[in-house]
């Protein structure tokens, strides 16, 4: 099975963390598949610059002509397009640092530079995977279930689930803004866990309830300028599912 790994604008964090996180499975990833392209491994084999492959892991947010131009190649070329970590998966960051500024005809050299958007708003994505960085576990767990030709799942519960779980101490009620009650878990409450407030890398929960959340820090005293203004900044172009109609 033939695997290839690229990066578009982005910190190259996750794929990074997929260098230094996989351990013993690192090993098992390059002896047991074909892995024609991991950006910062390997260069494309065989002078493609998009190689055909069955599964395509693409981190990072399309931000220039070049990211839509190799995005569309790689999806003509791969059978599944899986996108790696929250700049993939929504935007992230680059998202809420481009969003609402002018960049029409805005050029760097021969490079056009538009709003950030996560991947889905160029080409058909088949999986997602959240994460600022992308969880080495999580990306193990949905290479395996591909392979086996099972689809792959992301959690259905909220950090706080995973907080509430391990017996944490509750941030809001230190007046903290804490996203965990709105934030895809997965992560085993790894913020919250050594105390600090989560910030919702992961993008929205399947649960996310803005109305409900909103009211219960107003009751806490937990500023709520803050946490909208959070929400705003690390959950890309999915703040929209979050928002629904609120401001
Ligand atoms: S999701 Fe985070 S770690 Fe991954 S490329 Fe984007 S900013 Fe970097
Ligand atoms: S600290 Fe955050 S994630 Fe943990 S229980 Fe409180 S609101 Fe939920
Ligand atoms: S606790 Fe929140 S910010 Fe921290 S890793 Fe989990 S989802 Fe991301």
Redesign the pocket.
Known sequence: MKLAFYSLTSCEGCLTTLITKLGPDLEGLWNNFDIDYFKLVREPVGGSRIPKADIAFVEGAVVTNLDREQLLEIRKNSRFVVALGTCASSGNIAYTASRGVDLKGRRLRDVEISEAEPISSVITVDYEL???PVSAEEFTDALLRLVNSIEPVQPDFS?CYE?KMKGNDCLLEKRRVC??PL???????????VG???????GPAAEADLDAYLKTIEKKGVDRQRALMLLHM?TGKKVKEVLKNEQ
């Open positions: 959240s994460g600022c950090v907080c996203l965990g934030a895809m878990g997965g992560c085993g409450a790894a913020c919250t866990s600090a407030p989560c910030f919702s890398c992961r690390f």
